[in-house]
């Protein structure tokens, strides 16, 4: 991949409107992995397995004989909302059994504090969102070495406030995850937030970037798969050889563009 910066289009970008820029807030910390302390990724817990970066990706490895687990507590939710949670995933080696790898395991709960607390259940057919793309016992399909992704749109029960938000690996599966992500409302109100602002745009082949130099930047898919992670320069960052006839999001920074390529 050839990067190269032109800090004059900057300018031409400013005059470009149509391109949209999401302003939906990830309540999720560090859901991209980025940070680390020495054994985790920050704002993480891991139990029974252990936790290594692997590129963009936290790798977990089960390590006891009953499941691993990934999970982060996501504060200041409110009753009646709707959330919309994401996430990518790859199941390096399935274990011992098909099919049976690993699946979310998310839960709501009032929290006021470490002595006043309780588990919620959803409500409706929230039920069958909270625990797996099937239902309470289901787990994530088994694609060896295939990243693929997951995400639902869920409704927080009375006296909701925070919701936890785990993954389990089972059956000595190694699977690696990334792209996490909590953001209020669904996803068709996610794209409705969507304002007239300059941003990534696409010319003759080429996906153009606005963004500080040294930002992180991201394209993915619509499916949420990452097809490229660059380092920008001071301007505007150009990014080749990226796959064409789709729609592209690009997030540089905490800004979200959707590029038609």
Known sequence: MRLFTKTWMMAAAICIAGFAQVNAQNLVQNGDFSVWATDKPESWYVYDATATQVDDACQIV???????????????????KQYTFSLDFKVATKGSKDNAAARVWFRWQRYASSTDKEWLDPVGDDLSKMHGPGG???????????????????????????????????????VLFKNCTLVEGTS??????????????????????????????????????????????????AINNLP????????????VSKVIF
């Open 62 to 80: 089960q390590t006891s004989t009953s499941k691993g687990t990934l999970l982060q507590h996501v504060n200041g939710l409110e009753a009646g």
């Open 136 to 174: 309470d016992t289901s787990y994530f399909e088994d694609k060896e070495g295939e990243w693929q992704s997951y995400s639902a749109t869920i409704t927080a029960p009375a006296k909701t406030t925070s919701l936890e938000y785990e993954f389990r690996v089972y059956n000595g599966a190694t």
């Open 188 to 237: 068709s109100s996610i794209e409705a937030n969507v304002i007239e602002t300059p941003a990534a745009y696409a010319a003759d082949g080429v996906v153009y970037v606005p963004a500080n130099a040294g930002e992180r930047i991201v394209v993915s898919n619509v499916a949420g798969q990452t097809i490229a992670v660059v380092t920008a320069e001071e301007g505007v960052t």
């Open 244 to 255: 064409a006839n789709q729609i592209l999001l690009v997030k540089a920074g905490n800004k």
